[in-house]
């Protein structure tokens, strides 16, 4: 297997523009989290879903985030319109069961200016 | 509320030399507690895990750990350092050992000098 499996790596984009981010999980894992790195504040858990339904999105910072799952192969998260403080490195990682054994992709660096 | 404080924020080590990270941790109740590894450009990497028992705890790469109650520490260590392990290192503590919303420590990079 690939592994988990998100695009773009990089993106740079306008303050107020849409941002997608893209993540294929392993396959065979029922669950999938969206994770935020950054400085500051470190690594945070944004949502995260079971058999592709949303379980948590208390870490969801604002509506200008959401997230969805439409089949169990793939799953986005996008924030519109974007600010800079959105800046971080979002890392999307996939389980077979809950707990912090999830297999991470090699995330997606967003820059908003 | 669980916290982790990893104090060391940059270490520098040759290589073949052996690395020890700390880790002090906040908990009320047993604590479940993990190490793991982000290697520049890639997600975090579970290197080992403590539930319970021995408290000692081996991991992958040749990483072992050990958990001290009375220090509320959880200290990692590697007897010889290879070039590979220049990394970020994260200790993280959680409920329980299906815990998803870990409370991660503030990271410590490893630099290993040849």
């Known amino acids: 297997d690939a592994g988990v499996i998100q695009s773009p790596r990089h993106e740079v984009t306008e303050m107020g523009q849409e941002v997608t981010l893209r993540c294929k999980p392993i396959?065979?894992?029922?669950?999938l989290f969206w994770y935020r790195q950054t400085m500051m504040r470190g690594l945070e858990l944004l949502i995260y879903?079971?058999?592709?339904?949303?379980?948590?999105d208390s870490g969801m910072p604002e509506d200008r985030f959401s997230a969805k799952m439409p089949n169990a192969s793939f799953s986005t998260l996008k924030i519109q319109p974007s600010e800079p403080r959105d800046s971080a490195v979002y890392f999307c990682?996939?389980?077979?069961?809950?707990?912090?054994?999830?297999?991470f992709g090699q995330g997606t660096r967003l820059t908003v200016v | 509320a669980q916290s982790v404080t990893q104090p060391d924020i940059h270490i520098t080590v040759s290589e073949g030399a052996s690395l020890e990270l700390r880790c002090n941790y906040s908990?009320?109740?047993?604590?479940?507690l993990f190490w793991y590894v982000q290697s520049p450009g890639q997600g975090l990497q579970l290197l080992l895990k403590?539930?319970?028992?021995?408290?000692l705890v081996q991991g992958i790469k040749g990483f072992e750990a050990e958990f001290k109650r009375s220090q509320s520490s959880f200290n990692l260590r590697k007897p010889s350092v290879h070039w590979s392990d220049a990394a970020e290192y994260f200790c993280?503590?959680?409920?329980?050992?299906?815990?998803?919303?870990?409370?991660f420590g503030a990271g410590t990079t490893v630099t290993v000098r040849a």
């Open positions: 993280a503590v959680g409920a329980d050992r299906y815990d998803y919303k870990l409370s």
């Open positions: 879903f079971n058999n592709n339904v949303p379980i948590d």
């Open positions: 396959s065979g894992h029922d669950y």
């Open positions: 908990y009320g109740a047993t604590p479940y």
């Open positions: 990682a996939s389980s077979f069961r809950p707990g912090p054994e999830a297999f």
């Open positions: 403590y539930f319970s028992g021995d408290t």
